[in-house]
DNA sequence: AAAACCTTGACACGCCCGTGGTAAGGTTCG
DNA sequence: CGAACCTTACCACGGGCGTGTCAAGGTTTT
């Protein structure tokens, strides 16, 4: 059986068996469960919560940013409507022939704006 | 002048003034000064700040969230890294020839964790 | 059967997020 | 000049996040 126990996976991923749990909770690595209920952490589950570390640590990010990328992986409304609410950025009106950027502005947004009332 | 002070700004957005000196230390949206200081919203701030509205009520998502697109858009490391963690996703190893998807894991994630030490 | 695991559920705690309010002081308008 | 605005800086507070710990009960191992 190449599977682990929620203690052992703690140990060889650096995380706690609570967090372990938290993790699942949050939707981020779900092991399967043995017949009577024990999680059962596989090599996937394993690496992956080992680089879910890395990234953490290494980036400063929360579990909760990790849950929102993956939420924008899988729903396209919400990730069309971020990107281009991103594209719209007004930073640097100067960096533009100024008597354009006002119009320049409100074209941008019109696809959007229709969208979401 | 084509600019609002920030109590204008508030009314035709549907934001506090608060919540507007909020948004603009989380880097949403930054308006310009004038010159003893006082925020100026032009066009393009008054249509982000309203998008940023549907975004926040009509999809859920926190302006920390926002932030967090944001960030993810300008960093291309932490961009490669989210999504390479994304893609390994161990889900429904059946769905897989059941001889290779251990390998496969292993290879997806053999570039990143060299990056993350 | 006892030890050493596992499960879920609860209480707790510190910190950050999203808000509001208020105070002390500068600016603009009438 | 006074009213109405603006600025920054604080205090406060409810809620969620990331953790730990503990209790009550089921499972696996020896």
Do not use: C, N
């Amino acid at each position: 059986m190449e599977a682990l126990t929620i203690q052992e996976a703690a140990e060889t991923t650096g995380w706690s068996p609570r967090m372990l749990r938290y993790i699942e909770r949050a939707g981020l690595v779900e092991p399967r469960r043995s017949a009577s209920g024990y999680r059962l952490y596989g090599p996937g589950e394993l690496q992956r919560l080992r680089t879910l570390g890395g990234l953490v640590r290494g980036f400063g990010m929360g579990l909760s940013d990790v849950g929102f990328a993956q939420r924008l992986r899988g729903d396209a409304d919400l990730r069309a409507a971020v990107e281009s609410w991103l594209d719209a950025e007004p930073r640097r009106p100067q960096e533009v022939p100024p008597a354009d950027w006002l119009r320049w502005e409100q074209e941008k947004h019109e696809k959007l704006l229709l969208e979401m009332t």
